[in-house]
């Protein structure tokens, strides 16, 4: 999430895959949301949103707009009468790496190795499409569907 960009990937629980994903404008990808309250059985989708954590640095501009844009994305779920939950980086890292200082280069390898990779125009794989910032998304949605799934942690390696 940013303060005029995010990431968003919607994850199939059912068939354990990335549905779709999409780094867009903040207003798009609120809109993106808000037409998808609930999964085909009628049950309420969940948001999960990467949080915040304080580093010990400065608050800047963009810290306190990309957190004005997550309270606007958590009351957007709540408006619609969805669960919201959050969680940080480290705690994402930790669980797929098993550090959670992790950089995004070993948390893409995991997902990889998990979900088939991106693959090619001609033969898609599992995470086709996925760049940048979008990573992140996936990475949140991975240790969610691992959450559900009750998988330890550093699951990557026990599948």
Not at 67 to 88: I, K, N
Request: proline share 6%; hydrophobic share 40%.
């Amino acid at each position: 999430m940013g303060p005029a960009q995010s990431a968003l990937a919607l994850w199939c629980l059912t068939h354990d895959h990335l549905k779709y994903h999409e780094y867009s404008d903040n207003d798009d990808i609120g809109a993106a949301i808000s037409l998808a309250p609930f999964r085909p059985d009628g049950r309420p989708r969940i948001i999960v949103i990467e949080d915040f954590v304080a580093q010990g640095q400065p608050f800047s501009k963009i810290v306190r707009d990309s957190c004005v844009w997550l309270g606007r994305f958590m009351q957007l779920g709540f408006d619609m009468g969805l669960p919201v939950e959050l969680a940080s980086y480290a705690t994402i890292s930790k669980h797929l790496t098993g550090n959670p200082h992790s950089k995004d280069a070993q948390l893409r390898a995991v997902l990889n190795d998990r979900y088939g990779g991106k693959g090619t125009k001609k033969q898609p794989g599992g995470l086709y499409g996925v760049k940048d910032h979008l990573w992140n998304a996936v990475a949140v949605a991975a240790w969610y569907v691992d959450r559900q799934k009750q998988i330890p942690q550093n699951g990557a390696n026990d599948l």
